[in-house]
């Protein structure tokens, strides 16, 4: 089989070592960019190498999954903060256009961002200058888009006169001329798939909100793939860094003529119209974008379904964030969430015989260490076909469908006899998501942050200094979570291959977990 080829939207992984597993386990051939031509962080990758290689792998591709932001401009935090002309960018993208005249019968999935506005004042993945006028920013935008839907009543007034005065005009003009220029882009890309050029675009939202820059982009956007006739071929909707992750999934299941019925249940009543953190549509919504550009669709009933998918989801009102214990979240957490029932309905649909994965989905930024103390109690937790619980509620359920899907095809095709090695990487990848989604970003993140980072003498957004002393302190803690939390899953056949953290500050954690050939004796 021809190779798949990824252009990942940066050097992370979550943008790369996730899609490699999910190839390996799916066992599809994926070639990826040396890592040395993909940048770091605020260093953009190198444009021009990255075309090179992408234009003579091509010629021996199956398919293309790439991501124009990196192609353009090198990763996505240089997305954010380049000084490119249109003129330039229009350039970078004609490479598609040429690969498509020399390959027409190659199949080109493509992904680009509508650029964020995060709604804090932070520099660390922004221009400097949103150190001091990022909130003020995000507000311009909430407020400019919300008067375009309705008047603002007085206070908004207010605050609308007050973010004029605040920002200064070459820091505005500065924003709003590069979200032109990638909003331009956007245009382009959707042209590409009206032209066929690009078979399949996938057009996230990256950290948005019901109102602001994200939702008035979108919107016009969404009305040109109307007029263009390409609604079936471009699809918006939240998310980021999860993207390569669904189209691997998607390229899977058109290599398999596999098309999986997916029954979605949840843990709150509400859950389904609750709007996730950083997000701008009902959790339900978004689920349905997930699944359809995965390719696969949502059963009316768990009968005959593929496999289940169980969303721990938030139960309305103010979404905690995981570092929020049980006792600190809002009064909804404690009454219109069912922990025991949801843990129960998990607990049959493994006996019923169906793969289940799990959205842990309630907070944001990891699992909900209440619901997952609970769940692996129950002993539940060898039995579950896929787990996902990072950062945004997109990143999770494009993480975990993806998984689903290749597994619960492997699952029906192999019967009870099980491709061993196959087998073996699906049950690393679903071991990995449990130690860096509940290990590190509910419990030791915070802990290291709280109790020894000063000490070391780094910050959350740097750890470059004590680099080594930081690595091994989580490495350390991560060993003491599977021994205490990971007990029904035989702790003493994992290992931590690896631990480093990937940009040098303590968001993010990079993990390698192999496991043991003891590991599957029964």
Same mark, same amino acid.
């Given at each position: 089989?021809?190779?798949? !080829?990824?252009?990942?939207?940066?050097?992370?992984?979550?943008?790369?070592?996730?899609?490699?597993?999910?190839?390996?386990?799916?066992?599809?051939?994926?070639?990826?960019?040396?890592?040395?031509?993909?940048?770091?962080?605020?260093?953009?990758?190198? !444009?021009?190498?990255?075309?090179?290689?992408?234009?003579?792998?091509?010629?021996?591709?199956?398919?293309?999954?790439?991501?124009?932001?990196?192609?353009?401009?090198?990763?996505?935090?240089?997305?954010?903060?380049?000084?490119?002309?249109?003129?330039?960018?229009?350039?970078?993208?004609?490479?598609?256009?040429?690969?498509?005249?020399?390959?027409?019968?190659?199949?080109?999935?493509?992904?680009?961002?509508?650029?964020?506005?995060?709604?804090?004042?932070?520099?660390?993945?922004?221009?400097?200058?949103?150190?001091?006028?990022?909130?003020?920013?995000?507000?311009?935008?909430?407020?400019?888009?919300?008067?375009?839907?309705?008047?603002?009543?007085?206070?908004?007034?207010?605050?609308?006169?007050?973010?004029?005065?605040?920002?200064?005009?070459?820091?505005?003009?500065?924003?709003?001329?590069?979200?032109?220029?990638?909003?331009?882009?956007?245009?382009?890309?959707?042209?590409?798939?009206?032209?066929?050029?690009?078979?399949? %675009?996938?057009?996230?939202?990256?950290?948005?909100?019901?109102?602001?820059?994200?939702?008035?982009?979108?919107?016009?956007?969404?009305?040109?793939?109307?007029? %263009?006739?390409?609604?079936?071929?471009?699809?918006?909707?939240?998310?980021?860094?999860?993207?390569?992750?669904? %189209? %691997?999934?998607?390229?899977?299941?058109?290599?398999?003529?596999?098309?999986?019925?997916? =029954?979605?249940?949840?843990?709150?009543?509400?859950?389904?119209?609750?709007?996730?953190?950083?997000?701008?549509?009902?959790?339900?919504?978004?689920?349905?974008?997930?699944?359809?550009?995965?390719?696969?669709?949502?059963?009316?009933?768990?009968?005959?379904?593929?496999?289940?998918?169980?969303?721990?989801?938030?139960?309305?009102? *103010?979404?905690?964030?995981?570092?929020?214990?049980?006792?600190?979240?809002?009064?909804?957490?404690?009454?219109?969430?069912?922990?025991?029932?949801?843990?129960?309905?998990?607990?049959?649909?493994?006996?019923?015989?169906?793969?289940?994965?799990?959205?842990?989905?309630?907070?944001?930024?990891?699992?909900?260490?209440?619901?997952?103390?609970?769940?692996?109690?129950?002993?539940?937790?060898?039995?579950?076909?896929?787990?996902?619980?990072?950062?945004?509620?997109?990143?999770?359920?494009?993480?975990?469908?993806?998984?689903?899907?290749?597994?619960?095809?492997?699952?029906?095709?192999?019967?009870?006899?099980?491709?061993?090695?196959?087998?073996?990487?699906?049950?690393?990848? =679903?071991?990995?998501?449990?130690?860096?989604?509940?290990?590190?970003?509910?419990?030791?993140?915070?802990?290291?942050?709280?109790?020894?980072?000063?000490?070391?003498?780094?910050?959350?957004?740097?750890?470059?200094?004590?680099?080594?002393?930081?690595?091994?302190?989580?490495? *350390?803690?991560?060993?003491?979570?599977?021994?205490?939390?990971?007990?029904?899953?035989?702790?003493?056949?994992?290992?931590?291959?690896?631990?480093?953290?990937?940009?040098?500050?303590?968001?993010?954690?990079?993990?390698?977990?192999?496991?043991?050939?003891?590991?599957?004796?029964?």
């Amino acid at each position: 089989m021809k190779p798949i !080829v990824l252009l990942p939207l940066d050097e992370r992984p979550c943008n790369v070592n996730y899609v490699e597993q999910l190839a390996q386990l799916g066992q599809l051939p994926l070639s990826v960019p040396p890592r040395s031509a993909m940048g770091n962080k605020k260093q953009p990758g190198d !444009v021009t190498r990255l075309a090179e290689w992408l234009e003579q792998e091509a010629k021996n591709a199956s398919s293309l999954i790439l991501s124009i932001d990196m192609l353009i401009y090198g990763g996505i935090v240089p997305s954010r903060l380049h000084h490119l002309s249109k003129e330039e960018c229009a350039q970078r993208l004609a490479l598609l256009r040429k690969i498509k005249q020399e390959r027409p019968d190659l199949t080109i999935y493509a992904f680009n961002l509508i650029m964020r506005t995060p709604q804090y004042s932070s520099s660390d993945e922004e221009p400097d200058y949103y150190a001091e006028y990022g909130r003020s920013i995000f507000r311009y935008s909430w407020l400019l888009d919300k008067q375009e839907q309705e008047p603002l009543n007085a206070e908004e007034l207010a605050e609308w006169e007050d973010v004029l005065r605040i920002i200064p005009e070459d820091v505005l003009s500065e924003h709003l001329q590069r979200r032109s220029i990638n909003a331009y882009v956007n245009e382009l890309t959707i042209q590409l798939a009206h032209e066929g050029i690009i078979d399949f %675009l996938i057009i996230p939202l990256d950290d948005n909100s019901e109102y602001g820059f994200s939702p008035m982009e979108q919107r016009k956007l969404l009305f040109l793939t109307e007029e %263009l006739g390409v609604m079936d071929r471009v699809h918006l909707y939240p998310g980021a860094d999860e993207i390569g992750c669904t %189209l %691997l999934a998607r390229v899977f299941c058109q290599l398999h003529n596999y098309v999986p019925e997916v =029954y979605v249940r949840y843990s709150s009543t509400r859950g389904p119209q609750t709007i996730p953190n950083y997000e701008d549509r009902s959790l339900n919504e978004s689920i349905k974008s997930h699944l359809t550009a995965a390719g696969a669709y949502a059963a009316d009933a768990s009968a005959d379904c593929d496999f289940v998918l169980m969303v721990h989801s938030p139960p309305g009102g *103010q979404m905690a964030e995981s570092v929020h214990t049980f006792r600190e979240r809002n009064r909804l957490y404690h009454s219109e969430v069912h922990y025991n029932e949801f843990v129960q309905a998990i607990a049959r649909y493994i006996r019923k015989g169906y793969p289940v994965a799990v959205a842990d989905v309630a907070n944001s930024n990891g699992s909900d260490h209440t619901f997952m103390k609970l769940l692996a109690k129950s002993g539940l937790l060898p039995s579950l076909a896929a787990y996902a619980a990072w950062n945004t509620s997109g990143n999770t359920l494009g993480t975990v469908i993806a998984h689903g899907i290749i597994e619960s095809y492997f699952r029906k095709a192999e019967g009870s006899v099980k491709d061993h090695e196959r087998f073996k990487k699906s049950r690393e990848f =679903y071991v990995s998501r449990l130690i860096e989604d509940w290990g590190y970003q509910t419990l030791v993140r915070k802990d290291i942050k709280d109790h020894h980072l000063e000490a070391l003498g780094g910050n959350y957004f740097d750890v470059a200094g004590p680099y080594e002393e930081v690595t091994a302190l989580v490495r *350390q803690k991560l060993i003491e979570f599977t021994r205490t939390y990971l007990d029904t899953l035989r702790p003493d056949t994992i290992q931590l291959d690896e631990v480093y953290m990937p940009w040098k500050r303590m968001f993010e954690v990079g993990i390698k977990v192999s496991l043991r050939d003891q590991h599957f004796e029964s």
